[in-house]
T-cell receptor, first 113, second 111 residues
Framework: GAGVSQSPSNKVTEKGKDVELRCDPI?????LYWYRQSLGQGLEFLIY????????KSGLPSDRFSAERTGGSVSTLTIQRTQQEDSAVYLC???????????FGPGTRLTVL | QQQVKQSPQSLIVQKGGISIINCAYE??????FPWYQQFPGKGPALLIA?????SEKKEGRFTISFNKSAKQFSLHIMDSQPGDSATYFC??????????FGTGTRLQVFP
């Protein structure tokens, strides 16, 4: 169907609050990635899910960040006790197979006040 | 060793001109080098990609040149158009599938 979708498109929260960001990948895509894009920076890899394999969490910046992928489809990125430095655009991407083209969603802009 | 260095940070080109963006990497395990185009408010979209078994790949007005010995690759946009105005990211990946991105180049093409 449609491309990768993410919600919400914008999220403003107060420092110390928890937030959940959602990603709906393209139907049938087995691989799902989360990236973070800060102002003036490139995209920073956060976490990668491939099928039923254990996720690659090597890019998560702290233990306040976690992600899960339910039923091999929808993924949720959770940030606990948000900090101002967490403010960024969080992008999700999916690919049909491993090493395939990654299709990106429009991102969620997170602002931590 | 995981970094991909991209330059310039911004680029202004006149319509019809050639836009050139350069990237360099250190990790010799990288074997996939895509370029992504991003418009404001949108996610990046794959523009063109190359693997190190070829030195050049052309798709329409977009060409990737790849220099394996120098560990450098570049994007050339021929006959640049105002609609090409966007931010361009180079990236690289190797035996893992996570893309390591450059810091981006903001291209502005003026009529």
């Amino acid at each position: 169907g449609a491309g990768v979708s993410q919600s919400p498109s914008n999220k403003v929260t107060e420092k110390g609050k928890d937030v959940e960001l959602r990603c709906d990948p393209i139907s049938g895509h087995t691989a799902l990635y989360w990236y973070r894009q800060s102002l003036g920076q490139g995209l920073e890899f956060l976490i990668y899910f491939q099928g039923n394999s254990a996720p690659d969490k090597s890019g998560l910046p702290s233990d306040r960040f976690s992600a899960e992928r339910t039923g091999g489809s929808v993924s949720t990125l959770t940030i606990q006790r948000t900090q101002q430095e967490d403010s960024a655009v969080y992008l999700c991407a999916s690919s049909l197979v491993r090493e395939g083209e990654q299709f990106f969603g429009p991102g969620t802009r997170l602002t931590v006040l | 060793q995981q970094q991909v260095k991209q330059s310039p940070q911004s680029l202004i080109v006149q319509k019809g001109g050639i836009s050139i963006i350069n990237c360099a990497y250190e990790n010799t395990a990288f074997d996939y080098f895509p370029w992504y185009q991003q418009f404001p408010g949108k996610g990046p979209a794959l523009l063109i990609a190359i693997r190190p078994d070829v030195s050049e790949k052309k798709e329409g007005r977009f060409t990737i040149s790849f220099n394996k010995s120098a560990k450098q690759f570049s994007l050339h946009i021929m006959d640049s158009q105002p609609g090409d105005s966007a931010t361009y990211f180079c990236a690289a990946s190797g035996d893992t599938d996570k893309l390591i991105f450059g810091t981006g180049t903001r291209l502005q093409v003026f009529p």
